[in-house]
């Protein structure tokens, strides 16, 4: 149990293009879900914190036009990194918080994003 | 605010070893503290979290990790690790019950367990 999936798993994509990843919650609701985004050989940095039926909480220093947050249901929440750069390219992680708990978070497997 | 410590970025052991991966937090509320362990090129997968109780925890793949609050330290242990045990390990914190509104995980910079044949 307690499944969070990604898609996609790697992305390549040109620069100025806007890439769309979904983060599902397989088998269990989340009403919180939360995106990290991760460099090389560091650690997880939280970039904001979706809630489902309202707006994400953004991290400061993050850009909230860039990184645009939807979480439209219960078991799905997507990032799409608007106009991507070159300095975009990282590893972005979800993770989700099963619905009535406040402990635990599940995290997905990450994306992997590359901005040529 | 909560802040986590990993002193060691990479701690080389020999398979059937023992291992301690050591974690420090700093915080001014109750805390709860996890350990995730991160295979290449993938997500973070719980190994062991404490909650309240016991301050012994015992994780999976024969992890453990003791909660000490005069020492402000979580660190993590296996008696006997194996080549398959080879990944990144990130401790991690946040707020606790009486803990306010604090609920974000923060990370420290993880350990990188290389276990050599």
């Known amino acids: 149990g307690a499944v969070v999936s990604q898609h996609p798993s790697r992305v390549i994509c040109k620069s100025g293009t806007s890439v769309k990843i979904e983060c599902r919650s397989l088998?269990?609701?989340?009403?919180?879900m939360f995106w990290y985004r991760q460099f090389p050989k560091q650690s997880l940095m939280l970039m904001a914190t979706?809630?489902?039926?309202?707006?994400?909480?953004?991290e400061q220093g993050v850009e909230k036009d860039k990184f645009l947050i939807n979480h439209a249901s219960l078991t799905l929440s997507t990032l799409t990194v608007t106009s991507a750069h070159p300095e975009d390219s990282s590893f972005y992680i979800c993770s989700a918080r099963p619905t009535g708990t406040q402990e635990t978070q599940y995290f997905g497997p990450g994306t992997r994003l590359l901005v040529l | 605010a909560q802040s986590v410590t990993q002193l060691d970025s990479q701690v080389p052991v020999f398979e059937e070893a023992p291992v301690e991966l050591r974690c420090n937090y700093s915080s001014s509320v109750s805390v709860y503290l996890f350990w995730y362990v991160q295979y290449p090129n993938q997500g973070l997968q719980l190994l062991l979290k404490y909650l309240s109780g016991s301050t012994l925890v015992k994780g999976i793949n024969g992890f453990e990790a003791e909660f000490n609050k005069s020492q402000t330290s979580f660190h993590l242990r296996k008696p006997s690790v194996h080549i398959s045990d080879t990944a990144e390990y990130f401790c991690?914190?946040?707020?606790?019950?009486?803990?306010?509104?604090?609920?974000?995980?923060?990370f420290g910079t993880g350990t990188l367990l290389a276990v050599q044949p």
């Open positions: 088998d269990f609701q989340a009403t919180t």
């Open positions: 979706s809630n489902e039926g309202s707006k994400a909480t953004y």
């Open positions: 991690a914190v946040r707020g606790g019950p009486y803990g306010g509104a604090t609920n974000k995980l923060i």
